[in-house]
């Protein structure tokens, strides 16, 4: 697998994005301002992430993605430590990421490569979302915040 940054003009994966986010308007707004990489097999996009910058020395992951069919193979845990080591070379000295308390695989993936949970953004999936997600069984409302230093 190759992991690059999607060049200037290059179509973005957007069917890929919309695995991690539902919302078209989310990502516009941050493919826009962040950087966008993916991950390449044999000439098939397989994967995706993007690196935004939020706050002085610290990027955030605002979205990782893997095609369903190559899911569970060690893929997502291969870009999530991509991520690190790009925004590590950039200069960045912390990243952050955030999912669902539902996302139990999406929690178990972000701490094995080494992220801390460092809040809860509680209710932000009802504040921001107008539809109910669940997942595993477990209603989706609260953000997860993780973190680590570079
Ligand atoms: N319980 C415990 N561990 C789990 C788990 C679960 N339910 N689900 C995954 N993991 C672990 C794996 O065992 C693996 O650990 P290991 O390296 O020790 O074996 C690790 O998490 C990473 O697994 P990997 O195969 O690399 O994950 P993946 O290629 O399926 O990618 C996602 C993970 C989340 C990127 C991918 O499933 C995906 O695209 N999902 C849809 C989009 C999404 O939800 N994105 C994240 C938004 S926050």
Not at 20 to 31: G, L, Q, T, V
Not at 81 to 99: F, H, Q, R
């Amino acid at each position: 697998m190759d992991i690059r940054k999607l060049k200037k003009g290059e179509k973005v994966p957007l069917e890929l994005l919309l695995l991690a986010d539902p919302s078209r308007e989310n990502i516009k707004e941050y493919i826009t301002r962040g950087e966008c990489f993916v991950a390449t097999h044999e000439q098939k996009t397989v994967g995706v992430y993007v690196l935004l910058a939020t706050r002085p020395m610290t990027v955030e992951i605002v979205n990782v993605a893997v095609i369903e069919s190559e899911q569970g193979k060690g893929l997502g845990k291969q870009l999530v430590l991509d991520a690190m080591k790009v925004a590590k070379s950039n200069g960045y000295k912390n990243i952050e990421v955030g999912t669902g308390n539902s996302s139990v695989g999406q929690l178990a993936l972000y701490q094995k490569c080494g992220f801390r949970i460092i809040g809860v953004d509680r209710d932000f999936f009802i504040r921001n979302y107008s539809e109910e997600i669940f997942e595993n069984g477990i209603q989706c409302r609260d953000m997860v915040r993780l973190s680590q230093e570079l």
